[in-house]
DNA sequence: CTAACATATGAACAGTTGTTCATATGAATG
DNA sequence: CATTCATATGAACAACTGTTCATATGTTAG
């Protein structure tokens, strides 16, 4: 750490969002950062659903499903509503499309790459 | 587990990736899912960084960076080149801009929800 | 070739995360 | 109002993650 870089540090600081705002960000991708949630999402995408069909669907407990909605829920990417017994939950809106699509378009693009390589 | 959903989810199961797309993607957003490598992805977005450059900005350890840099490069995420004993790291493509700008669109309209809500 | 600098890497450790199991809540039905 | 179904929750545990420390690699200057 000898070399000099002042000019580009105060750049940067400038422009850097607080450590705050930062953290809220990488806590919101987080919760994306999860096949189960992933794929509850993307499930979503198609209809609202009750916690059983979503846990048939992914072959998993109610009880696993139960706890990832919930972190969903409490991060705003779904929202639920009830009808007798049944709870379906629902995507709440349509920022997760966008940046699952985003996600999409990036893996798409390694791949192509990846294969013009060989 | 008793009602009766199959209607539903054979429609959601048709449109559902592979696994191992779902797992790729969740890989993805777990690297945007730590304060410190946010940081580092959001210091790029102005200019490339040598190693040293970006452990002063965060203070933070060099091995530290040295670690979460491995993890963006091994994604694609960055990209690096040498300048002597310095080595410079850089973005490498416009779609971690474009993600990380959804995520602040999600967080910021939840912002003001809340506010609203007061 | 050696010293100094910039970065990379591996092992170790603490902290976090996702699942399971057992159990609780809450609504409808007879 | 007791039972059944749908969901939620809490504790516990294994697996994973990020940082630190010590050390290795690789480059340049003298």
Redesign the pocket.
Known sequence: ???NHDAILEKVRQDLPTDELLSDLSDLF?IF?????CKILYALFESEM????IAELLG?????I??????LKDADLVG?R?D?????YFLSDDHVRTIIAQGFEHLIEDYLEKEQET
């Open positions: 750490m000898e070399h987080k950062g999860d096949t189960t949630r009750c916690v059983c069909a998993m407990t109610q009880s696993a139960s706890h990832q909605l919930r972190i639920k009830r007798g017994k049944t709870i379906y």
